[in-house]
Antibody, heavy 121, light 107 residues
Framework: QVQLQESGPGLVKPSETLSLTCTVS?????????WGWMRQPPGKGLEWIAY???????YYNPALKSRVTTSIDTSKNQFSLKMTSVTAADTAVYYCARLAVAGTYGYFQHWGQGTLVSVSS | EIVLTQSPGTLSLSPGERATLSCRAS???????LVWYQQKPGQAPRLLIY???NRATGIPDRFSGSGSGTDFTLTISRLEPEDFAVYYCQQYGGSLTFGGGTKVEIK
């Protein structure tokens, strides 16, 4: 069974860049799935951020696209998220996940445990 | 963008009762590309239903999904203690959007 694990700083200063990495185990990142990021502010609902295929095809949430960059490292079975110019509104639990995609869009099949990222000076 | 509205916001029921959760879309969801997730406090969401009515691997058969077009339902036939949680619907027929969630709490 595929497992995902997020890693990265739990505290980021306002205006700086949030960086997270997700390590995939129990399966290859080169498989026919997409890999993505989602977040959940404390006490609130779910928001997707971006997802990508190992070949490079990437889809971004239009609301976040201008601040988000993703990458994938097939040699390490990892993928990453960078979000620039963060504010307190970006404080959330960030999840990495595997998606099943039909056409352009998809749903989240397997999730990491999530990591809380707080934006504060 | 397709907006998903879940109702009720909170459902108070007792173990053994039937739970019926609604997810209504602002426009038709193509190919019934709608899923349901369960989320317990402090945990990641878990996929329950995909394609509106297909149970994900390992999901008990007391969970069932139905509906098409703009109206979808998640039914839990008999609530077990572990089923008290928040449930989200999500569509992927046109962009990707989530409902606001329904909390199923113990009465």
């Amino acid at each position: 069974q595929v497992q995902l694990q997020e890693s990265g700083p739990g505290l980021v200063k306002p205006s700086e860049t949030l960086s997270l990495t997700c390590t995939v185990s129990g399966g290859s990142i080169r498989s026919g799935y997409y890999w993505g990021w989602m977040r959940q502010p404390p006490g609130k609902g779910l928001e997707w951020i971006a997802y990508m295929f190992h070949s490079g095809s990437t889809y971004y949430n239009p609301a976040l696209k201008s601040r988000v960059t993703t990458s994938i490292d097939t040699s390490k079975n990892q993928f990453s998220l960078k979000m620039t110019s963060v504010t307190a509104a970006d404080t959330a639990v960030y999840y990495c996940a595997r998606l099943a995609v039909a056409g352009t869009y998809g749903y989240f099949q397997h999730w990491g445990q999530g990591t809380l990222v707080s934006v504060s000076s | 963008e397709i907006v998903l509205t879940q109702s009720p916001g909170t459902l108070s029921l007792s173990p053994g009762e039937r739970a019926t959760l609604s997810c209504r879309a602002s426009q038709s969801v193509s190919s019934n590309y709608l899923v349901w997730y369960q989320q317990k406090p402090g945990q990641a969401p878990r996929l329950l239903i995909y394609g509106a009515s297909n149970r994900a691997t390992g999901i008990p058969d007391r969970f069932s999904g139905s509906g098409s077009g703009t109206d979808f339902t998640l039914t839990i036939s008999r609530l077990e203690p572990e089923d008290f949680a928040v449930y989200y619907c999500q569509q992927y027929g046109g962009s990707l959007t989530f409902g606001g969630g329904t909390k199923v709490e113990i009465k």
